[in-house]
């Protein structure tokens, strides 16, 4: 009978620790967090700060079993991720199943290998209470700024938003960038190049720097082609030739935000989604007969420091498989941000030897795209720099210099296995191959000059690996917590993405600058920065938690009193305009509602015209201009023009004649690339009308329906062939709000029975139910499986007539 219990977050991680420890442990998860603030009450006592924590709702069958599991043993160990989180999961934990009756220990481990596992339990320690604190501290100021911002927003704007101690910082970025973009003037500049041959080929092109000793600047074609027709008679000697060698060198390996960073640039994967693949290799991948291994360090981390075994592995492997030339002379070590924690190592693979093409086999293709990133990058951390031979030419011509740069490599060094990505805010600088030889004094012949004309260009709006950067370099939040404040900022339909880059939406801008007037010091960027160096503090034992909170709170609630008296009430005004509604003759006033600012008649309720306001930079309410791929449309029904709206899932075109005609039709695809998705006509008639069915576009994709729809409700289903097992109707595919599909009887909502797996008319050769389920899994592919839980018999999709032969 097992001693000890051990005590996870997740089942994966459970299951690959579990082969490590032996027969005297039982390994169970906790499924993340066990407790936490009350949803429906603040939680806080505002006085001490004192928090009350309750046992998360769905979570009491789980802490049941822990606790039946805990009874059984003599100790227990809580082994959750080495971070904030994972200390505060152990607390709760150890809070609710420890006792006199056992000991409580914590195990911490940084890999979930075999021998990082054996030798954390052999130094068990403590739960970390400064640890313990640090998390706390940031869960009851994000409670405090949620809870008491977020009623404000909903009496002022709408209901349904939030404000976030980091989201809003975050959200705060975005809003400003887009300003910039709308402020940007662009100004005419011009560039000139010459190509030129000296007594050696190759010919080469340089670039003009300086004119009349000055940095070269022209602003309009004029001054261009003067200076075009001067230098077409110059002498063109070369003034300047310098050679030296440069390096090259790998960057550290990989860090949170850094790893976030590159993959979102060169794997374009979402900050979440790489986090989310990064949790699975940590936590244990099935590799063949080794069962489940952690293939990656712990993902959470701000350290490039890297173990010293890790580092004598890597170095032994370079050399073996490049040579000693691609080795340095001594280990590479990389200093971390002052800030960085550094009780974690970077994160790198727990074998250099698991290669990524032995790794190939058991991997999905996004696993094996990020695990490859990550081995590469390590890897290359510790080779030798690239060596380029950089040569730069600068040439004479009044009242010009022209420079040109060639740069070749002399060895590729790291550059063998990883390429480095250039950040999208840096210069790229003009480069050739190859120059001539050439010495200084040497007349150089002209061949052809090229004027260019250019345009300042606007700061870009942030991609994800952008405002990853951004927020780092600012101090705000931790990388551990980019991935939740992206995905927060977009479902609040603060932002929106188009094309990988983010724009704010008018209710993002809105609740920016109300925040903003009334919160200045709490989303100051200083400030928020300034925060996080607090919750550091707290976890090295320099500060009591509660001072901070004080300190917090003193400045908050002083802010929250004004901000009640005085934030303007943005969905309680109307703008009075010009515009006459086309219904009833009466004023429009713009008004605020859930996607934004729009045109209402005044004489609402009696008259509920409404109207888009397309440009709300003046309040005019000229229709939006269509997209360049779309062509002007009428009405299938009325034959009025159809206009472009939006609403929360973008763009579509709407009937003018709205609300006394709804058709609308969906656009897919952006700018030259959208194009309308019209209703198909059917032969099949609708059994209410006898109208045509036609093919519809919806919000989560076709559906066939009534022409007449929505005057007529009919949408025909989509059914599977199987009979609902508690009545008479059948069953059919339908998704959720949420674009889940799942499958309820036809007769829904009288009959509430419900599938989320695709049901098959093949009945269950063991058990004679008269279905089966579709499930698809890496290692057996697609497999029909019954849902008798006293049957449960898989046999593989496509043997069910084989196997009922049989019997």
């Given at each position: 009978m097992p001693r000890?219990?051990?005590?996870?977050?997740?089942?994966?991680?459970?299951?690959?620790?579990?082969?490590?420890?032996?027969?005297?442990?039982?390994?169970?998860?906790?499924?993340?967090?066990?407790?936490?603030?009350?949803?429906?009450?603040?939680?806080?006592?505002?006085?001490?700060?004192?928090?009350?924590?309750?046992?998360?709702?769905?979570?009491?069958?789980?802490?049941?079993?822990?606790?039946?599991?805990?009874?059984?043993?003599?100790?227990?160990?809580?082994?959750?991720d080495p971070d904030r989180e994972g200390e505060a999961i152990c607390q709760h934990l150890a809070e609710e199943l420890g006792g006199d009756q056992r000991e409580v220990f914590r195990v911490l481990f940084n890999e979930i290998t075999e021998n990082a596992i054996k030798a954390a339990f052999q130094h068990p320690c403590a739960v970390d209470a400064h640890k313990v604190d640090a998390q706390q501290a940031r869960r009851v100021l994000d409670r405090l700024v949620g809870y008491k911002i977020s009623p404000l927003l909903w009496d002022k704007v709408r209901r349904g938003l939030s404000a976030g101690r980091v989201q809003t910082v975050a959200l705060r970025i975005i809003v400003e960038r887009e300003r910039e973009i709308r402020e940007f003037l662009r100004e005419e500049y011009w560039n000139l190049t010459a190509n030129l041959s000296a007594q050696l080929p190759p010919a080469f092109i340089a670039k003009a720097i300086k004119l009349n000793d000055e940095k070269f600047k022209i602003t309009n074609e004029t001054e261009a082609m003067a200076l075009v027709e001067r230098l077409q008679s110059a002498e063109y000697l070369v003034e300047n030739v310098g050679k030296k060698q440069k390096k090259v060198a790998p960057a550290a390996p990989f860090i949170t935000s850094s790893m976030q960073q590159e993959a979102a640039?060169?794997?374009?994967?979402?900050?979440?989604?790489?986090?989310?693949?990064?949790?699975?290799?940590?936590?244990?991948?099935?590799?063949?007969?080794?069962?489940?291994?952690?293939?990656?360090?712990?993902?959470?981390?701000?350290?490039?420091?890297?173990?010293?075994?890790?580092?004598?592995?890597?170095?032994?492997?370079?050399?073996?498989?490049?040579?000693?030339?691609?080795?340095?002379?001594?280990?590479?070590?990389?200093?971390?941000?002052?800030?960085?924690?550094?009780?974690?190592e970077a994160i790198r693979p727990t074998s250099v030897e698991r290669t990524p093409e032995a790794l190939a086999p058991f991997l999905s293709r996004d696993e094996l795209r990020l695990y490859t990133l990550i081995w590469r990058r390590f890897v290359a951390?510790?080779?030798?720099?690239?060596?380029?031979?950089?040569?730069?030419?600068?040439?004479?011509?009044?009242?010009?210099?022209?420079?040109?740069?060639?740069?070749?490599?002399?060895?590729?060094?790291?550059?063998?296995?990883?390429?480095?990505?250039?950040?999208?805010?840096?210069?790229?600088?003009?480069?050739?191959?190859?120059?001539?030889?050439?010495?200084?004094?040497?007349?150089?012949?002209?061949?052809?000059?090229?004027?260019?004309?250019?345009?300042?260009?606007?700061?870009?709006?942030?991609?994800?690996a952008m405002l990853v950067k951004a927020l780092e370099e600012k101090g705000i939040g931790r990388p551990s917590t980019y991935a939740t404040i992206l995905s927060v900022i977009q479902n609040r339909e603060y932002v929106v993405k188009n094309e990988g880059r983010f724009h704010p939406t008018e209710t993002g801008e809105v609740v920016t600058d109300l925040l903003l007037g009334s919160f200045g010091d709490i989303f100051d960027y200083d400030y928020t920065a300034r925060m996080e160096e607090q919750l550091d503090e707290i976890e090295e034992g320099k500060e009591r938690w509660t001072e901070t909170m004080k300190r917090f709170w003193t400045r908050f609630s002083k802010d929250l009193d004004l901000a009640e008296e005085k934030m303007p009430a943005i969905?309680?005004?109307?703008?009075?305009?010009?515009?006459?509604?086309?219904?009833?003759?009466k004023k429009m006033v713009i008004k605020w509602g859930r996607f934004g600012r729009f045109l209402a008649c005044s004489g609402y309720p009696e008259c509920k015209s409404t109207r888009e306001l397309a440009n709300k930079e003046n309040g005019a309410s000229t229709p939006a201009a269509l997209p360049e791929g779309i062509e002007e449309l009428s009405c299938s029904k009325c034959g009025r023009p159809m206009v472009l709206k939006?609403?929360?899932?973008?763009?579509?075109?709407?009937?003018?004649?709205?609300?006394?005609?709804?058709?609308?039709?969906?656009?897919?695809?952006?700018?030259?690339?959208?194009?309308?998705?019209?209703?198909?006509?059917?032969?099949?008639?609708?059994?209410?009308?006898?109208?045509?069915?036609?093919?519809?576009?919806?919000?989560?994709?076709?559906?066939?329906?009534?022409?007449?729809?929505?005057?007529?409700?009919?949408?025909?289903?989509?059914?599977?062939?199987?009979?609902?097992?508690?009545?008479?109707?059948?069953?059919?595919?339908?998704?959720?709000?949420?674009?889940?599909?799942?499958f309820?009887?036809?007769?829904?909502?009288?009959?509430?029975?419900?599938?989320?797996?695709?049901?098959?008319?093949?009945?269950?050769?063991?058990?004679?139910?008269?279905?089966?389920?579709?499930?698809?899994?890496?290692?057996?592919?697609?497999?029909?499986?019954?849902d008798n839980p006293e049957c449960k018999h898989e046999i593989p999709a496509g043997e069910e007539t084989l196997v009922l032969g049989q019997r």
């Open positions: 000890s219990l051990v005590i996870v977050e997740s089942p994966a991680k459970a299951k690959t620790i579990g082969k490590y420890l032996g027969k005297n442990y039982t390994v169970k998860a906790s499924l993340g967090h066990v407790k936490d603030l009350p949803k429906k009450t603040l939680g806080v006592k505002l006085t001490n700060f004192e928090a009350t924590y309750k046992v998360i709702p769905g979570k009491e069958k789980v802490l049941k079993e822990l606790k039946e599991a805990a009874a059984k043993v003599q100790s227990i160990y809580l082994a959750a640039r060169k794997l374009r994967l979402p900050v979440a989604r790489a986090m989310s693949l990064a949790q699975k290799l940590y936590e244990g991948v099935e590799i063949g007969a080794e069962g489940g291994v952690g293939l990656i360090t712990y993902m959470r981390t701000d350290s490039p420091r890297v173990s010293d075994q890790a580092l004598s592995d890597v170095r032994a492997y370079i050399e073996h498989l490049y040579g000693k030339p691609y080795l340095p002379a001594n280990p590479i070590a990389y200093r971390g941000r002052k800030s960085a924690q550094d009780a974690h951390s510790q080779m030798n720099p690239a060596l380029f031979d950089e040569t730069t030419i600068d040439i004479k011509a009044e009242p010009c210099v022209f420079r040109t740069v060639g740069s070749v490599q002399t060895f590729d060094g790291f550059l063998k296995i990883y390429q480095v990505t250039r950040d999208e805010t840096e210069a790229e600088e003009d480069s050739a191959d190859m120059l001539p030889e050439v010495s200084v004094g040497e007349k150089l012949s002209l061949n052809q000059l090229t004027p260019q004309q250019k345009f300042t260009e606007p700061p870009p709006r942030y991609s994800e969905k309680r005004e109307e703008i009075e305009t010009d515009e006459v509604c086309d219904k009833c003759s939006r609403g929360r899932y973008g763009e579509f075109l709407a009937c003018s004649g709205y609300p006394d005609c709804k058709t609308t039709v969906k656009i897919v695809g952006k700018g030259e690339k959208a194009q309308i998705k019209a209703d198909v006509p059917l032969e099949e008639k609708c059994p209410l009308c006898q109208e045509h069915l036609v093919l519809k576009q919806g919000r989560f994709g076709e559906y066939t329906a009534c022409r007449k729809y929505p005057e007529c409700k009919f949408i025909k289903l989509k059914l599977t062939g199987v009979r609902c097992p508690n009545g008479d109707g059948d069953i059919a595919e339908r998704k959720s709000r949420r674009g889940k599909v799942f309820s009887c036809s007769n829904y909502p009288e009959c509430n029975f419900v599938l989320w797996k695709k049901p098959v008319p093949t009945p269950c050769p063991q058990c004679g139910r008269p279905y089966m389920l579709e499930r698809f899994t890496k290692k057996k592919g697609m497999t029909h499986i019954c």
